[in-house]
């Protein structure tokens, strides 16, 4: 599995989910924005870096640019490419659309060029990089994680609450 995209922030269910995956041994790998036009979600994705390390999960930071664009490659044969991204506020409150395309021609073209976008533009998150991070970067990250959880819960039940209840 190859998940590209700016605002990934998986969810319980889907940490779970790519935690078995991991353990069933799916090779799994993110492509993400070295910086982002939202910092507050770059500190809370920051955060989970750690979780994701821990299961095995690669991730690549994008340097060039912001990556707007959203994408899953699974097994070679399954692309998947839209404005979905891996998060409750897309899942539960969003509007979002995406292209699934089954071929395994063209998920062998994309999986070359992601691999030539790995190899040229991007730098790989270590275990020992990440470990390395200050106190005060990890408090950020930890406080800005949790003021994003609060505004997606908060934002999905704004988006879902039935106007009667006011």
């Known amino acids: 599995l190859v998940f590209v995209g700016g605002y990934f922030l998986p969810g319980g269910l889907a940490r779970r989910l790519l935690k078995k995956a991991a353990r069933r041994g799916v090779a799994i790998s993110l ?53 979905y991204d891996l998060n409750n506020l897309s899942t539960y409150s969003n509007i979002e659309l995406n292209l699934d395309i089954r071929d395994l021609e063209f998920s062998e073209i994309v999986r070359s060029e992601l691999e030539a976008v790995v190899a040229g533009s991007c730098h ?34 704004l988006a879902n609450r039935d106007d009667r209840d006011i």
């Not at 340097?63 to 707007?68: F, L």
């Not at 406080?143 to 819960?153: G, M, N, P």
């Open 124 to 157: 790989e998150v270590t275990r020992t990089q990440h470990g390395q991070e200050g106190i005060f970067r990890k408090f950020v990250d930890w406080a800005s994680y949790q003021l994003v959880k609060t505004l997606f819960i908060l934002s999905v039940w």
């Open 31 to 83: 492509i993400v924005s070295a910086e982002s036009d939202v910092g507050v979600v770059r500190n809370s994705r920051r955060y989970l870096y750690g979780w994701l390390l821990r299961n095995g999960i690669r991730i690549f930071e994008y340097h060039p640019s912001n990556v707007h664009g959203k994408l899953l490659l699974k097994d070679n044969s399954f692309v998947s490419i839209g404005s």
